[in-house]
C-alpha cells in the first residue's frame, strides 16, 4: 500500500487552466504539507495542514488553494495556471509538527504551455 | 528567512572512495533531517538527528549534528553505484522544514 499517494503522476495543460492535485496518506499522521520543487531540485514548503487546519501558507500567489476535507487528505487547486508553475509538486505528511515520520509522495510533474 | 547550504553541489566519484557532504547554516534548528530522492520520486528520509553533536549510523552512512544545531554533515563510506542520488538536508524550526539545494551524488562502477 502506497503510504502518500498524489493524483495524477503527470499533468500538461495550457495556460490560463484551472486544475487540481489530489493526495491522500494511509499513515494515520495529522499534518499533510505541499511543497514545490522547481527544475534546480530546490523543494520549497508552500502550505500546511494540522488537524484540517491551514498552520502554514508560505509567500504563494492566491491562485493556489489548499483544501483538507479530512485529515487523511489534502488537495491542492490551482488557478488560471501560469509557465512559471511548471514543477513538480510533492504532498507530504507527518505526525505532529515536530517532523516525526516525515513521508513524502511520488509527486506530481506538472507542465504548463 | 532560515537558509541551508549544502557543499558540494555535485559530486562524482568512483565506486569504494568515501565522501562527505555539508549542510550548514547561521540558523540554530531544532532537528536535522537527510533525506535521499531518486529520479521520479519524493524524497525518502534516510535519519533525523536532533541533539547537539549527535552522531547517527545507517550502515555505511554516518550523520552527524553540528553541537551549535547549525549544521550537519553525511558521510558515506566506501561509495556504491547504489548510493547515487540527490541527498537533501532539511532543518526544522518553528514548526517548518526548510531544505538546502542538495547534493546530486554519482558513484561509478
Known amino acids: 500500500d502506497t503510504a502518500v499517494s498524489q493524483t495524477p503522476k503527470y499533468l500538461v495543460t495550457q495556460m490560463g487552466n484551472d486544475k487540481s492535485i489530489k493526495c491522500e496518506q494511509n499513515l494515520g499522521h495529522d499534518t499533510m504539507y505541499w511543497y514545490k520543487q522547481d527544475s534546480k531540485k530546490f523543494l520549497k514548503i508552500m502550505f500546511s495542514?494540522?488537524?484540517?487546519?491551514?498552520?502554514i501558507n508560505e509567500t504563494v500567489p492566491n491562485r493556489f488553494s489548499p483544501k483538507s476535507p479530512d485529515k487523511a487528505h489534502l488537495n491542492l487547486h490551482i488557478n488560471s495556471l501560469e509557465l512559471g508553475d511548471s514543477a513538480v509538486y510533492f504532498c507530504?505528511?507527518?505526525?505532529?509538527?515536530?517532523?516525526?515520520?516525515?513521508?513524502f509522495g511520488s509527486g506530481t510533474r506538472l507542465t504548463v504551455v | 528567512t532560515q537558509l541551508l547550504e549544502q557543499s558540494p553541489q555535485f559530486l562524482s566519484i568512483q565506486e569504494g572512495e568515501n565522501l562527505t557532504v555539508y549542510c550548514n547554516s547561521s540558523s540554530v534548528f531544532s532537528s536535522l533531517q537527510w533525506y535521499r530522492q531518486e529520479p521520479g520520486e519524493g524524497p525518502v528520509l534516510l535519519v533525523t538527528v536532533v541533539t547537539g553533536g549527535e552522531v547517527k549510523k545507517l550502515k555505511r552512512l554516518t550523520f552527524q549534528f553540528g553541537d551549535a544545531r547549525k549544521d550537519s554533515s553525511l558521510h558515506i563510506t566506501a561509495a556504491q553505484p547504489g548510493d547515487t542520488g540527490l541527498y537533501l538536508c532539511a532543518g526544522l524550526g518553528g514548526n517548518m522544514l526548510t531544505f538546502g539545494g542538495g547534493t546530486r551524488l554519482m558513484v561509478k562502477p
Open positions: 507530504a505528511s507527518s505526525q505532529g509538527t515536530g517532523g516525526v515520520g516525515y513521508t
Open positions: 495542514y494540522n488537524n484540517k487546519e491551514l498552520i
